[in-house]
T-cell receptor
Framework: AQSVAQPEDQVNVAEGNPLTVKCTYSVSGNPYLFWYVQYPNRGLQFLLKYITGDNLVKGSYGFEAEFNKSQTSFHLKKPSALVSDSALYFC??????????????FGKGTHLIIQP | GAVVSQHPSRVICKSGTSVKIECRSL??????MFWYRQFPKQSLMLMAT?????????EQGVEKDKFLINHASLTLSTLTVTSAHPEDSSFYICSASSPGRNTEAFFGQGTRLTVV
């Protein structure tokens, strides 16, 4: 079984400051990790993924995430937050690379609020 | 990235009626599609995996007779909520995956179902 934990329901950051949204995971095999963002009443938009290779992954809209195998973490980061980054962020994991028959397991989501 | 279109975006129906939600992959062939349900302020829960040309695989606790899934072509999967009740009110999201594509899943815009 696989699981994802997002320990914070909400993260508040002032505009221009760096932000971090935390994610830890549990999976029996190799982890394939994803971050998605959701705006109100909308589907999910893909931000970035870790499949293999460099632990620091760069994605859309200036976001990046660092895969840490020893801590089983995949925290989402951005050096300078924008008000438009305010949304609901989901971390997700699967134990297969994808393109196959296995759905993602999602964390409960973290509301990111960027204050002007 | 690839486009997944979900229709309708919002639907209100009377208790006891059935509602069909469509999920289309617009620019790729999706051999596998996934249906998720999202309750307010909660994460996405995988309901079922829809495989083109075969029966859907339902997650534990999901009533297959209530949530009918049909994946008749490589670009279309439908979810029919039969004899809907107010407790079926939720946000339903589909995603599509296909071998050979990038490993991230592509999500539809979601459907807000309200049963009155």
């Amino acid at each position: 079984a696989q699981s994802v934990a997002q320990p914070e329901d909400q993260v508040n950051v002032a505009e221009g400051n760096p932000l971090t949204v935390k994610c830890t995971y549990s999976v029996s095999g190799n982890p394939y990790l994803f971050w998605y963002v959701q705006y109100p009443n909308r589907g999910l938009q893909f931000l970035l993924k870790y499949i293999t290779g460099d632990n620091l992954v760069k994605g859309s809209y200036g976001f990046e995430a660092e895969f840490n195998k020893s801590q089983t973490s995949f925290h989402l980061k951005k050096p300078s937050a924008l008000v438009s980054d305010s949304a609901l962020y989901f971390c997700a994991v699967r134990d297969k690379p994808g393109g196959g028959a296995d759905g993602l397991t999602f964390g409960k989501g973290t509301h990111l609020i960027i204050q002007p | 990235g690839a486009v997944v279109s979900q229709h309708p975006s919002r639907v209100i129906c009377k208790s006891g009626t059935s509602v069909k939600i469509e999920c289309r992959s617009l620019d790729f062939q999706a051999t596998t599609m996934f249906w998720y349900r999202q309750f307010p302020k909660q994460s996405l829960m995988l309901m079922a995996t829809s495989n083109e040309g075969s029966k859907a695989t339902y997650e534990q606790g999901v009533e297959k007779d209530k949530f009918l899934i049909n994946h008749a072509s490589l670009t279309l999967s439908t979810l029919t909520v039969t004899s809907a009740h107010p407790e079926d009110s939720s946000f339903y999201i589909c995603s599509a995956s296909s071998p050979g594509r990038n490993t991230e899943a592509f999500f539809g815009q979601g459907t807000r179902l309200t049963v009155v």
